[in-house]
């Protein structure tokens, strides 16, 4: 069973929702990430968090909009999503110590923008 | 700037047989990579991972990996193909002396395995 929790598995919403993803960590690692995975297209990072504070921003859409309270818990909130938004979610984690620790990811947000 | 490319779409392989799912990156000073394997509505899971030393990693489930520097590959390889390996692979790297702490993923390899 992953430490890394997703929530919710699956989400559908209309462009003018706001929603919000959650990620929880059990593993005491102290650094956080989202990724969007598209069929047949590499992961792409959209967020880095390092003890809380934001390290890297890859030239998200601010309709994405990340927020980290604590080490062990990561949000997406989303608003005015477009279709191709949708996609796969994935939270990770890792220990920041570690440059070359592995990423442990939680089993994702599948979500449906219509 | 740090990239990955997996070449092949999908790999077909017989129960049985030896299996090599390729993998090149890009980077600009010397690499860390990594190998994921990710089952149907699941994360990615860490396979095996290179940061220095022998070229040839082992890892989870009997696979290894090679590391070769002049051709800036980090293929993965399994001597004997299982059908419960058929996934999606994902080869993964970081430049050790930029810094970054994010991984760059390639776009996946699906390995389905015939019994």
């Known amino acids: 069973e992953t430490g890394v929790t997703q929530t919710p598995r699956h989400l559908v919403m209309g462009m003018t929702n706001k929603k919000s993803l959650k990620c929880e960590q059990h593993?005491?690692?102290?650094?956080m990430y989202w990724y969007k995975q598209s069929a047949k297209k590499p992961l792409e990072l959209m967020f880095v968090?390092?003890?809380?504070?934001?390290?890297e921003n890859n030239s998200v859409p601010s309709r994405f909009s990340p927020e980290c309270p604590n080490s062990s818990h990561l949000f997406l909130h989303l608003h005015t999503l477009q279709p191709e938004d949708s996609a796969l979610y994935l939270c990770?984690?890792?220990?920041?110590?570690?440059?070359?620790?592995?990423?442990?990811f939680g089993n994702g947000t599948r979500l449906t923008v219509t | 700037a740090q990239s990955v490319a997996q070449p092949e779409d999908q790999v077909n392989v017989a129960e049985g047989n030896p299996l090599t799912v390729k993998c090149t990156y890009s980077?600009?000073?010397?690499?860390?990579l990594f190998w994921y394997v990710q089952y149907p509505n699941r994360g990615l899971q860490f396979l095996l991972k290179?940061?220095?030393?022998?070229?040839l990693v082992k890892g989870s489930y009997g696979f290894e990996a090679e590391f070769n520097k002049s051709q800036t590959s980090f293929h993965l390889k399994k001597p004997s193909a299982l059908v419960s390996d058929s996934a999606l692979y994902f080869c993964?790297?970081?430049?050790?002396?930029?810094?970054?702490?994010?991984?760059?993923f390639g776009s996946g390899t699906r390995l389905q395995v015939q019994p």
């Open positions: 990770a984690s890792s220990q920041e110590s570690g440059v070359n620790s592995p990423l442990h």
């Open positions: 593993l005491g690692h102290n650094a």
């Open positions: 968090y390092s003890l809380e504070e934001r390290v």
């Open positions: 980077v600009s000073g010397n690499p860390y």
């Open positions: 290179y940061i220095t030393g022998d070229n």
């Open positions: 993964a790297v970081r430049d050790r002396d930029t810094g970054r702490r994010a991984l760059t």
